[in-house]
């Protein structure tokens, strides 16, 4: 019997063969702290080791501010210096401040993300780089300084769930509205603690912007990882960024053709309509036709999950489709995920559009993620937003969220209420 992709990462991570079910020692390539958490990640480590103790190797140790950039209190303020004091004592180089965006999407940029990776983080939402065969996770404070020590982590070897996708998107409906569909088929906890291989010629033919969608809700199903090997266009985007020995990787640990899955499950994009996440769950999915003339009060366009400049790139045509304006009353907030995207943004004359429509471009963070960032919604407010979560209160007290794709995120804006992208995108091309 074959392998799958999942216990090959880990065979070559724990330098020995490993079975489903196993739990196995593993050498880390990378590991990651955010401002959030980050400085625990430093205290903990000293006060373990001593002052006077050095990492295992500084050139695997990075560290992202994209919670809280830039500080917005004295307390967020003296974290991040906690930790750029030790960055510098420690001799460590990747340290990614307050003008460079959000972690996973910055340091794939800077090409420390490479298939087959173990990459620890202070982040749940670790696993989207997935995007690019990276065994990417969330970890707690313990876990990250445990590994400045000697660079090992202990993990449970899972099984793997394959997910086949077939056909082309209709104009108006995204990779988000797939994302959205698996989460309320499965729901909350219908991927715990498995692997995914997402496959299938939707997949194959995918950009790099629509696989890290794909794999940023898997926490939302108590997933442990989501794995796209890269390809074509996205593989050539890495071999610049990472180097050309990814090629390598990704022919080594790719899944074997009988290769063994607990499940097998099958989407055809074809005939998929705009869905959303209701209030105040993920998986508590509808059509967005089933909820359309919805009132709403804000909406936000960013985030790990819908951050990329294709995001906002496919939100910006709606606007146009739409007259170029904002409803009345509407807050409207975009947040590209690094300076690159925004850089782009600019470049393409994007970003003038949307300010030009009222919209607020914020500098590239996690935003409104929770309510620890600015835009946070007042009780009684509706809120649209790209995020991958939508719990009661996560972005204010007494508020709600649908959680939507970029473009019917945007419809809504420019109708004032939750509105199909496909009837604003046929009358712009009437």
Known sequence: MGKTAIVKIMERAAGREVRVGERVWCRVDLSTARDFGGANCVLQFEKEMGKE???????????????????HSEKVS?????????????????????????????????????????????????????AVGAFATGNGNSDIAASYINGTCWFRVPETVKIEVTGTFQRGVCMRD?????????????????????????ITRATLAERITLCSMITEMSGKVALIMPNG????????????????????????????????????????????????????????????GTRIDQVHIGSCSNGRFEDIKAAYEVLEAGGEKIAPGIRVIVTPSTTEVQLKLAEEGILAGLLRAGVVC??????LCTAEHYGALPAGDIG????????????????????????????????????????????GRA
Not at 53 to 71: M, R
Not at 266 to 291: H, Q, R, W
């Open 384 to 427: 649209c937003s790209t995020t991958n979560r939508n719990f009661i209160g996560k972005v204010g007290k007494g508020s709600h969220t649908y959680l939507l794709s970029p473009m019917s995120a945007m419809a809504a804006a420019v109708r004032g209420r939750i509105t199909d992208p496909r009837e604003i995108l046929k009358e």
């Open 362 to 367: 914020t500098n590239p963070t996690c935003s």
């Open 178 to 202: 797939l994302l959205t569909r698996i989460v309320g088929d499965l729901g909350a906890g219908g991927l715990d603690f498995l692997a995914v291989e997402f496959t299938g010629e939707t």
């Open 78 to 130: 003296n974290n991040q210096k906690i930790i750029r004091e030790f960055a510098r004592r420690q001799g460590i180089r990747h340290v990614f401040d307050i003008n460079h965006g959000i972690g996973q999407h910055v340091m794939l940029e800077a090409g420390l993300i490479k298939p087959g990776d173990v990459v620890l983080g202070t982040d749940s939402h670790m696993n989207l780089l997935g």
């Open 53 to 71: 103790a050095k990492v295992w190797d500084p050139d695997k140790i990075a560290y992202t501010f994209d919670l809280q950039a830039p500080s």
């Open 233 to 292: 266009e996205v593989l050539d985007w890495l071999a610049e960024r990472a180097g050309e020995g990814v090629r390598e990787r990704v022919r080594l640990l790719s899944a074997d053709p009988d290769a063994e899955y607990c499940r097998v499950l099958k989407y055809d994009v074809t005939d998929l309509e705009p869905l959303t996440s209701c209030p105040d769950a993920p998986d508590n999915v509808k059509p967005v036709s089933e909820v359309a």
